[in-house]
Nanobody
Framework: QVQLVESGGGLEQPGGSLSLSCAASGSTFMITTRGWYRQVPGKQRELVATITRAGTTNYADSVKGRFTISRSNVRNTVYLQMNSLKPEDTAVYYC??????????WGQGTQVTVSS
């Protein structure tokens, strides 16, 4: 009974910044890894970044050095800070949580559009 609710996203110019957040509720003690994925029409959903219980982070090569994933233990919230945005970052971004059972939960998705 883990639920994920995303917020943030929107329209930004190339080179600009946006921040996403995803709050978890319910049985949050079951969460092992949290992450962000993105998807464009006609393409597979791809991993953007993950963060483990221990704080280990992993990034897709395409966003390394530009995006930062972080978390708040008090608020059970994971964040994605996106800097130096490029048009190819345009996608629907989904929050993800992997549980101790290896099951997954997903947020509802939020649109990020990068355009001049």
């Amino acid at each position: 009974q883990v639920q994920l609710v995303e917020s943030g996203g929107g329209l930004e110019q190339p080179g600009g910044s946006l921040s996403l957040s995803c709050a978890a509720s319910g049985s949050t003690f079951m969460i092992t890894t949290r992450g962000w994925y993105r998807q464009v029409p006609g393409k597979q959903r791809e991993l953007v970044a993950t963060i483990t219980r221990a704080g280990t982070t992993n990034y897709a090569d395409s966003v390394k050095g530009r995006f930062t994933i972080s978390r708040s233990n008090v608020r059970n919230t994971v964040y994605l800070q996106m800097n130096s945005l490029k048009p190819e970052d345009t996608a629907v971004y989904y929050c993800n949580a992997r549980l101790t059972t290896n099951l997954e939960r997903w947020g509802q998705g939020t649109q990020v559009t990068v355009s001049s």
